[in-house]
């Protein structure tokens, strides 16, 4: 089954090259590492050196997101003295464009040259041993979709002879995971891993849906990154992702939820998140991953 079978129109050979062929004109950077920067992690931009950035609306074919808070760029460099491309602006499956909107930057990564992605997010916490203000490193997820939407990624398995992530391997490196902790111990930066819970959104959860999630062994919760790193996986590259705790679940605290507060702690956040990721790319640099 072809990607433009699979995912629809938007995967169709000739825009993906078109797209590659874009960004070619702006750069010839060919870049290892990939990274999709979610709210609070923009901060990232200002350790690339020699940045060459590309607004995405000049990429044609390139999706851009409509929610509020997400800048599109595609921004090319070093960043500890690894060639990184940083798409700031994700999108999400909730804004009803489908499967391939979230993937389609994923795949034009991937023929750009990057071998290893990083996802990043904002999550909000489903139990008190997870703080406003603390960074987790996903170790694993749960998708509360039970895999509804992202059900034909297992054509794609199955047509490049690999056993989709979902039936067995692990989707986020598990070396990726160990440095990411000792990253953040070294930093002396609030860090553990845990279990992200995939929702559709946009809605918050409810206190009950909170308190489910957190049954189901689901440390924190949030509205993207698992399509992203399930296709990235079964095309395979190697798998991190971050998140920034930036509200706790409803029902476990007074304060209401709004994106805007979602942003503000995001931004105060930024910091220490960047901190931890850069210390994490400067670590695969040291060792040739």
């Not at 996802?119 to 997870?130: D, K, Q």
């Not at 819970?197 to 489910?212: D, I, M, N, S």
């Not at 296709?231 to 409803?250: D, E, Q």
């Not at 702690?265 to 060792?287: G, H, N």
Request: some cysteine; hydrophobic content about 40%; charged content about 25%.
């Amino acid at each position: 089954m072809t990607l433009e079978r699979m995912l629809g129109e938007c995967f169709a050979e000739r825009s993906l090259e078109a797209s590659v062929r874009s960004i070619r004109e702006h750069t010839r950077e060919a870049p290892r590492c990939g990274l999709i920067l979610g709210s609070g992690w923009g901060g990232v931009r200002r350790l690339v050196q020699d940045a060459v950035s590309i607004p995405v609306e000049r990429i044609p074919h390139f999706p851009h997101p409509s929610v509020s808070g997400h800048k599109a760029e595609l921004v090319f460099g070093r960043l500890a003295r690894q060639g990184v491309v940083l798409l700031l602006g994700r999108k999400h499956l909730y804004e009803g464009e489908g499967l391939a909107a979230p993937l389609y930057s994923i795949e034009v990564f991937r023929r750009l040259g990057v071998q290893t992605l990083g996802l990043t997010n904002a999550a909000g916490a489903l139990h008190s041993g997870l703080c406003i203000g603390d960074l987790m490193v996903v170790r694993d997820h749960l998708d509360s979709t039970w895999h509804r939407l992202t059900a034909p990624l297992s054509c794609l398995g199955a047509d490049e002879r690999r056993t989709p992530p979902a039936a067995g391997r692990a989707v986020y490196d598990p070396e990726f995971v160990q440095r990411l902790l000792d990253a953040g111990r070294e930093e002396g930066l609030s860090v553990r891993a845990g279990v992200y819970g995939f929702t559709l959104g946009p809605f918050y959860e409810t206190p009950a849906e909170v308190r489910c999630l957190a049954a189901w062994g689901c440390d924190a919760v949030g509205m993207s990154t698992v399509p992203e790193a399930l296709y990235a996986r079964i095309r395979g590259l190697r798998v991190f992702a971050l998140s920034a705790i930036t509200n706790m679940g409803t029902g476990l605290a007074e304060a209401e939820h709004s994106h805007e507060s979602v942003k503000e702690q995001a931004a105060l956040l930024a910091p220490r998140a960047t901190r931890l990721l850069e210390r994490f790319i400067r670590s695969l640099d040291d060792s040739g991953v």
